[in-house]
């Protein structure tokens, strides 16, 4: 598992995997639970829509052998068996024109509600939904009413449990667009995500809120993982950055990973990391946040979140100006060995780590006495932390893991 794949990438354990789906395998503790419906289809792992169909197929011309009894015979003992279906695997065609009477009818406000949820649990299985959402009639218009029609309930807060499982079937579709290499430049020309802003905007504790700004950032998070640079170009000239660094700061682990992992993937694009370092109030924001969060592990610690704290460190300091402030600004945690038990296990964030000690605290050339902080061989016990690692240089540890 790489880095920046762990909150994103694919497998059980991700957050947006799959075919760009919200996914949060068995991260999310009981909050399918909680939601029920949609909420299966969000943060359940993913429900096949054709989970019935993946049998080998028996039937058809091929399969009537020795007049049809040999052939029929295996069907019966086949379904008797397993319960098989005989039919065949479905072509991208055959499961779009499957879902075509579904997706016109997103248009129609009274079937809406039903639609969502059945798309958004068969979304994963079609690798062209996206395309035929976007070009289809009505349907990316009828997507945005359900969005702005939860506008008033964010203030004062009274989203329902109910509400918030509509939307983030609409957000689902959504994040499926995001994700698709064909409607993504589309979906930014649109300025779809600033929709999503107010969401994320929102600081309401309970699990309505927290489903909707999960889901929000997931889409945003989809967005991100494709390393476009249209993308973080587009993000940056909105308020991504201080909404995430909001959720950073007050959100659950969920929403904090997620939103750390958007931020990562920021600093990751060159544009990006300068923006940043731009002006010492972009820093110190970012920097602080990511102290606060460093801080907050040692007493509820989590590996996964921990990672994507490490590893907007070590880009931090690729930027001369960020890794001299780092020599300071870099929390005491991350120096000694607080966190070692957390990182036994996980060798790149173990390297990861080794390559940000040792960035600052070398000299920074053409800054006189530029060496300041803690000396890396003199950590208590730096062999356990440091030790057989091959750190590669210092140059932002862009590689081992990435």
Same mark, same amino acid.
């Given at each position: 598992?790489?880095?920046?794949?762990?909150?994103?990438?694919?497998? *059980?354990?991700?957050?947006?995997? @799959? +075919? =760009?789906? !919200?996914?949060? %395998?068995?991260? &999310? $503790?009981?909050?399918? /639970? #909680?939601?029920?419906?949609?909420?299966?289809?969000?943060?359940?792992?993913?429900?096949?829509?054709?989970?019935?169909?993946? *049998?080998?197929?028996?039937?058809? @011309? +091929? =399969?009537? !052998?020795?007049? %049809?009894?040999? &052939? $029929?015979?295996?069907? /019966? #003992?086949?379904?008797?068996?397993?319960?098989?279906?005989?039919?065949?695997?479905?072509?991208?065609?055959?499961?779009?024109?499957?879902?075509?009477?579904?997706?016109?009818?997103?248009?129609?406000?009274?079937?809406?509600?039903?639609?969502?949820?059945?798309?958004?649990?068969?979304?994963?299985?079609?690798?062209?939904?996206?395309?035929?959402?976007?070009?289809?009639?009505?349907?990316?218009?009828?997507?945005?009413?359900?969005?702005?029609?939860?506008?008033?309930?964010?203030?004062?807060?009274?989203?329902?449990?109910?509400?918030?499982?509509?939307?983030?079937?609409?957000?689902?579709?959504?994040?499926?667009?995001?994700?698709?290499?064909?409607?993504?430049?589309?979906?930014?020309?649109?300025?779809?995500?600033?929709?999503?802003?107010?969401?994320?905007?929102?600081?309401?504790?309970?699990?309505?809120?927290?489903?909707?700004?999960?889901?929000?950032?997931?889409?945003?998070?989809?967005?991100?993982?494709?390393?476009?640079?249209?993308?973080?170009?587009?993000?940056?000239?909105?308020?991504?950055?201080?909404?995430?660094?909001?959720?950073?700061?007050?959100?659950?682990?969920?929403?904090?990973?997620?939103?750390?992992?958007?931020?990562?993937?920021?600093?990751?694009?060159?544009?990006?990391?300068?923006?940043?370092?731009?002006?010492?109030?972009?820093?110190?924001?970012?920097?602080?946040?990511?102290?606060?969060?460093?801080?907050?592990?040692?007493?509820?610690?989590?590996?996964?979140?921990?990672?994507?704290?490490?590893?907007?460190?070590?880009?931090?300091?690729?930027?001369?100006?960020?890794?001299?402030?780092?020599?300071?600004?870099?929390?005491?945690?991350?120096?000694?060995?607080?966190?070692?038990?957390?990182?036994?296990?996980?060798?790149?964030?173990?390297?990861?780590?080794?390559?940000?000690?040792?960035?600052?605290?070398?000299?920074?050339?053409?800054?006189?006495?530029?060496?300041?902080?803690?000396?890396?061989?003199?950590?208590?016990?730096?062999?356990?932390?440091?030790?057989?690692?091959?750190?590669?240089?210092?140059?932002?540890?862009?590689?081992?893991?990435?």
């Amino acid at each position: 598992m790489t880095g920046d794949q762990n909150v994103l990438g694919g497998g *059980g354990s991700s957050l947006l995997g @799959g +075919g =760009g789906g !919200l996914n949060l %395998g068995g991260l &999310g $503790g009981g909050q399918p /639970q #909680q939601f029920g419906g949609a909420g299966t289809s969000l943060l359940g792992g993913g429900t096949s829509a054709l989970g019935g169909l993946g *049998g080998a197929p028996i039937g058809g @011309g +091929g =399969g009537m !052998l020795m007049g %049809g009894m040999v &052939g $029929g015979l295996a069907q /019966q #003992q086949q379904q008797q068996a397993g319960g098989l279906s005989a039919k065949q695997p479905q072509t991208e065609a055959e499961k779009i024109e499957a879902l075509m009477p579904l997706i016109v009818k997103l248009t129609d406000p009274d079937q809406r509600e039903n639609v969502l949820l059945e798309l958004s649990k068969k979304r994963e299985d079609c690798d062209d939904l996206a395309p035929v959402l976007w070009h289809t009639f009505g349907t990316v218009a009828g997507l945005l009413q359900e969005i702005v029609s939860i506008y008033p309930l964010l203030s004062p807060p009274t989203l329902t449990a109910h509400a918030s499982n509509r939307v983030c079937n609409a957000l689902a579709l959504l994040q499926c667009v995001a994700s698709h290499k064909d409607t993504r430049s589309l979906f930014l020309s649109a300025h779809i995500p600033l929709y999503l802003y107010p969401f994320l905007n929102t600081d309401s504790k309970s699990r309505p809120f927290e489903y909707l700004r999960l889901t929000s950032l997931g889409v945003i998070g989809a967005l991100v993982k494709m390393d476009d640079p249209e993308v973080i170009s587009f993000l940056l000239q909105t308020e991504i950055i201080p909404l995430c660094l909001r959720i950073m700061g007050s959100g659950s682990e969920l929403s904090k990973t997620v939103a750390t992992f958007i931020v990562q993937k920021i600093l990751l694009d060159n544009n990006g990391l300068a923006y940043v370092c731009t002006t010492s109030d972009r820093f110190f924001a970012v920097s602080k946040v990511l102290s606060d969060m460093v801080n907050n592990l040692i007493t509820n610690p989590s590996v996964r979140l921990l990672k994507h704290c490490v590893r907007c460190y070590l880009r931090l300091t690729d930027n001369p100006r960020a890794r001299e402030a780092l020599r300071t600004a870099l929390p005491q945690s991350l120096r000694d060995e607080t966190f070692l038990h957390l990182l036994r296990d996980d060798i790149t964030v173990r390297k990861w780590l080794a390559q940000l000690l040792q960035a600052v605290n070398s000299p920074t050339p053409g800054v006189p006495g530029a060496a300041g902080g803690n000396d890396v061989s003199g950590l208590p016990g730096g062999s356990s932390v440091l030790g057989g690692l091959n750190l590669g240089g210092t140059g932002g540890g862009l590689g081992g893991g990435v």
